[in-house]
């Protein structure tokens, strides 16, 4: 059984309110989760992310072709508890970065700390310049 | 802890000062707040009540390196401020806070005296 709340609606509608006139939230919305920065230096790509509240083991990060792909969940941890503030998102997200050069395999490192995502990756010797003798 | 007072960007630095999102519910004994503030250590965090005023504010420990190049970039280097405006059943001596993958829980405890209690009723005779 639903009971129309006709409050609930008002408040929702004050939210959405609010939300377009003053909310500044942190990052920008207009970007589709997560946020990424990418730092090139001497063959190495940086790639940091930021992900509040997000486990390790519910990242998924894949190297395909020369697209990375991190994907995972970020998981709800709402309790039974009546909210007066409801800001964050939680849900599933995908996400493909396109690389610059072909990166070595072997050697990518990923860290998770403090909710950022630090992806190490090198430049793989097939994408190095090669220097061609003239015989 | 209703209004949440207006954010200001920090006039003297170049960086921007972000409002991060946050959860908040309230039981009979409790407030509880969550907030994101990805990038943060313990040791750059600080969390004031000053006449009604919450106000988390930190700093974000991302460091830039300098022989590397920024090439895309989707956010910018972080400082984070919010203030809340709380109430007097909030005991201001009793407050957890609890920094965890980026996210920190604050739980502001409320004062003995609103907490709902109960009455028992004696029986005479």
């Not at chain 1, 709800?76 to 599933?92: N, S, V």
């Not at chain 2, 039981?27 to 006449?51: A, Q, R």
Request: with cysteine; hydrophobic share 35%; net charge negative.
């Amino acid at each position: 059984m639903y009971t129309y709340n006709f409050f609930e609606d008002a408040m929702n509608l004050r939210d959405i309110f609010d939300d377009f006139f003053t909310r500044k939230t942190s990052y920008e919305p207009y970007r589709e989760f997560p946020f990424v920065k990418i730092h090139e230096g001497n063959d190495r790509l940086t790639i940091t992310s930021l992900m509040p509240g997000i486990k390790p083991e519910n990242v998924d990060i894949q190297l395909v072709d020369d697209s990375l792909v991190i994907a995972g969940e970020k998981k709800a941890d709402y309790e039974e508890k009546p909210y007066l503030r409801k800001e964050r998102f939680f849900g599933e997200f995908k996400k493909s970065i396109k690389l610059p050069y072909r990166v070595n395999h072997q050697s990518i490192k990923a860290d998770l700390k403090d909710g950022v995502l630090t992806i190490t990756l090198e430049k793989s010797e097939e994408a190095k310049p090669k220097k061609i003798e003239i015989l | 802890m209703a209004t949440d007072k207006n954010l200001t960007y920090n006039e003297n630095l170049n960086k921007k000062v972000y409002v991060p999102v946050a959860d908040i519910y309230e039981t009979e004994d409790l407030y509880s707040l969550k907030m994101e503030i990805p990038g943060v250590t313990k040791e750059n965090l600080d969390i004031s009540i000053e006449n009604n005023e919450l106000t988390i504010s930190a700093k974000s420990s991302i460091e830039e390196k300098a022989d590397e190049k920024c090439r895309y970039s989707e956010f910018s280097s972080m400082d984070y401020k919010r203030s809340f405006r709380i109430g007097n059943d909030i005991d201001r001596g009793k407050v957890e806070a609890k920094l965890e993958n980026g996210v920190l829980t604050l739980l502001l405890h409320k004062h003995e005296t609103v907490k709902p209690r109960k009455i028992t009723i004696n029986q005479i005779n």
